[in-house]
């Protein structure tokens, strides 16, 4: 079953009743929760964003939440995502699985960061090719020349000609001009969504298998979502190209959408979030000796 993205972007009162996510808008006529109206199945949501600084959230909702594997995002006084908070342990397994992640070769880190890289040029070539009509026939070799641990720098040379192709006079930067604001929203959604994953197949989302940044707390997450970025980028440039340059609440309901965007992973069509399961699993199977590959979604 996919899991549901809520978004409260107002005043709001979130309490738990009877295994149920009990919704409370002050003064709002038909949201009291005595109606009955109102409640949510917690064991049917995967994300839940919290973007006001007025909303309160109970203990009891928080913990019936982790026990359901959701990710609950905090947005900051920009209205940005700025807070992660996830379950400490998310699979029964996880003991083991924490030791496979630790004790993986280096060789094995390489050969798994050359297979996210391949499928992340590859992703952003078609995106490249079917929003700009561009020539990409140089990022396809680019993809497949990829050696192990991206010893070349490969994704920095075809990140350079992806963004300047991707959008004009435009250079990615977290702080620069929209439409890098609509990216950072996109950007944090997806991590989030990975995060989640990996969590639930017993991974430890701080060891990386390339970030190593010591204050990064999600570095497989940001190692994982890679191959994933272009599904942001790709609805990022619709949106951009009709004008919606600013975080409006009409932009965000389109960017919440990313959980259950359509990707094509393993000859057949799943909303993302399902993927990302499928990813964070074969990765697994990877540090566990059980596979050499990990399955990516193709655009």
């Given at each position: 079953?996919?899991?549901k993205t809520l978004y409260f972007g107002n005043p709001a009162y979130l309490s738990l009743r009877n295994s149920q996510l009990v919704i409370h808008i002050p003064d709002a006529q038909g949201m009291d929760d005595a109606t009955g109206k109102n409640t949510i199945a917690v064991e049917d949501i995967g994300v839940i964003v919290l973007d006001h600084k007025q909303?309160?959230?109970?203990?009891g909702l928080l913990e019936a939440l982790l026990n359901n594997n959701c990710a609950v995002i905090s947005c900051n006084k920009s209205r940005m995502p700025v807070g992660l908070l996830l379950p400490l342990c998310g699979?029964?397994?996880?003991?083991?699985?924490?030791?496979f992640q630790i004790e993986a070769s280096l060789p094995l880190r390489k050969q798994l960061w050359q297979q996210t890289i391949q499928s992340k040029i590859a992703n952003q070539a078609t995106v490249l090719e079917e929003c700009r009509g561009v020539v990409v026939k140089n990022m396809r070799v680019w993809s497949s020349e990829v050696r192990s641990g991206d010893a070349d720098n490969s994704e920095a040379r075809a990140a350079a000609y992806y963004w300047a192709n991707l959008f004009s006079n435009f250079k990615r930067n977290r702080d620069g001009e929209p439409p890098n604001n609509l990216l950072n929203y996109g950007y944090a959604i997806l991590r989030a969504v990975i995060a989640r994953a990996l969590v639930s197949s017993g991974l430890l989302p701080t060891l990386g298998i390339h970030h190593h940044n010591?204050?990064?707390?999600?570095?497989?997450?940001?190692?994982?979502?890679e191959p994933y970025r272009p599904y942001v980028d790709q609805l990022v440039v619709?949106?951009?190209d009709s004008g919606k340059t600013e975080l409006t609440k009409e932009v965000?309901?389109?960017l919440l959408s990313i959980p259950v965007l359509d990707v094509f992973i393993n000859g057949q069509r799943r909303p993302l979030m399902i993927a990302a399961g499928q990813t964070s699993s074969s990765l697994c199977k990877?540090?566990?000796g059980e596979n050499r590959k990990i399955a990516y979604p193709e655009i």
């Open positions: 079953m996919i899991k909303i309160t959230i109970t203990h699979n029964t397994t996880q003991n083991e699985r924490f030791r010591r204050y990064n707390a999600y570095c497989l997450a940001d190692d994982i979502m619709k949106l951009f965000k309901i389109e990877c540090f566990s």
